[in-house]
């Protein structure tokens, strides 16, 4: 026996703001009907406390929490660091540590890695591990390349040390390419670019689609290109690390980018006939969040399938990219 780290709960949260996209042919494409878009007022910590704060009303000993781990690319400020805000919000005690990480659509793979390090080197025994985006604040309104595709939310995740010698988490594999750091970035903002400093200019491309050097831009063509070279090639290395067949995974469960995407690589990595995850009509592309979101309606949705193996995988922004595998066997509080 040992103690390994296991996934006991998950919840999300969606803004009250639900934005209906326009069918039209991008729409077809994407499968995204719909958006739930954060209020002016409304930032990532506010999403993904409500997130936590369902999931801990389940039963949950808020002073067993060891770690609060949170990753998002919309801080409330600079700095303090927004976990620290987290912990004082939730009421977590004073005992437990918190740090913020910034990374986007591999972000929640990252924070398994992170929770399973901290849990399996006697460390912690429990860590909430929270996720939340507000990319709809990043994004011009005249700017339908990104506008129908991000959608915000929060998710909250229980990680907690099981004794067993069975993994509840195994055969991570981390990449990561920077070269490619500017086919999805908001200009300016940090450091490089202060927004004292730096002079705001309107730009408008071959589509007519309009965004100012403080918007999100994205050159969608470079990032598909980047998810069809690395994802095949990580599921690949997390079956051989597992040492098992793809039909041996119980269930895949890819970052949620958009239905089109997500129909590619799974004709790409030879997964048509296994069980797939692609449902991004309501959420549209959450970021962080789309793989918790995912795994919430998998569990409610297949309540009684086996879920020993399920494999997880995010890419995107950095550019950067994380898969795993995780059992979700462990009877799980909140879902």
């Not at 901290?118 to 939340?132: A, N």
């Not at 929060?154 to 907690?160: K, L, S």
């Not at 589509?207 to 095949?232: C, H, K, Q, T, W």
């Amino acid at each position: 026996m040992g103690i390994k780290a296991y996934i006991t709960g998950i919840e999300y949260y969606l803004p009250k703001k639900r934005r209906e996209n326009e069918y039209n042919r991008l729409t077809k494409k994407t499968g995204i009907r719909a958006l739930h878009i954060s209020d002016k007022n409304e930032t990532a910590s506010d999403l993904a406390f409500k997130a936590a704060e369902k999931l801990l009303s389940g039963g949950i000993d808020k002073d067993e929490i060891g770690f609060l781990l949170f990753c998002t690319q919309s801080p409330d400020y600079y700095l303090p660091t927004t976990a620290c805000i987290l912990q004082d919000r939730l009421c977590l005690s004073t005992d437990c540590g918190a740090l913020d990480f910034n990374l986007g659509c591999s972000g929640y793979v990252y924070g398994l890695s992170l929770a399973k390090g901290l849990i399996e080197s006697g460390q912690v025994k429990k860590i909430l591990l929270l996720t939340g985006e507000t990319y709809s604040k990043y994004i011009n309104e005249e700017d339908n390349a990104v506008k129908p595709l991000f959608g915000d939310a929060g998710t909250a995740t229980i990680v907690e040390a099981v004794d067993t010698k069975i993994d509840g988490m195994s055969s991570f594999v981390l990449g990561t390419n920077g070269a490619g750091y500017g086919n999805l970035i908001v200009p300016i903002g940090g450091s490089k670019n202060n927004v004292l400093d730096t002079p705001v200019v309107e730009e408008v491309d071959t589509y007519g689609n309009r965004r100012l050097n403080s918007n999100l831009y994205m050159n969608g063509a470079a990032i598909s290109d980047f998810a069809l070279e690395v994802v095949p090639k990580t599921v690949d290395a997390i079956l051989k690390k597992e040492k098992i067949g793809r039909n041996q995974v119980n269930y895949y469960v890819f970052h949620q980018a958009n239905k089109f995407m997500l129909q590619f690589l799974q004709q790409k990595c030879e997964l048509l006939d296994v069980p797939f995850w692609n449902d991004i009509s309501e959420y549209g592309n959450t970021v962080s969040n789309s793989i918790p979101i995912a795994l919430t309606d998998l569990m409610n949705t297949k309540p009684n399938m086996k879920m020993e193996k399920v494999m997880l995988l995010g890419f995107g922004v950095g550019l950067s990219w994380g898969g795993c595998i995780v059992n979700l066997s462990m009877k799980c509080k909140g879902i």
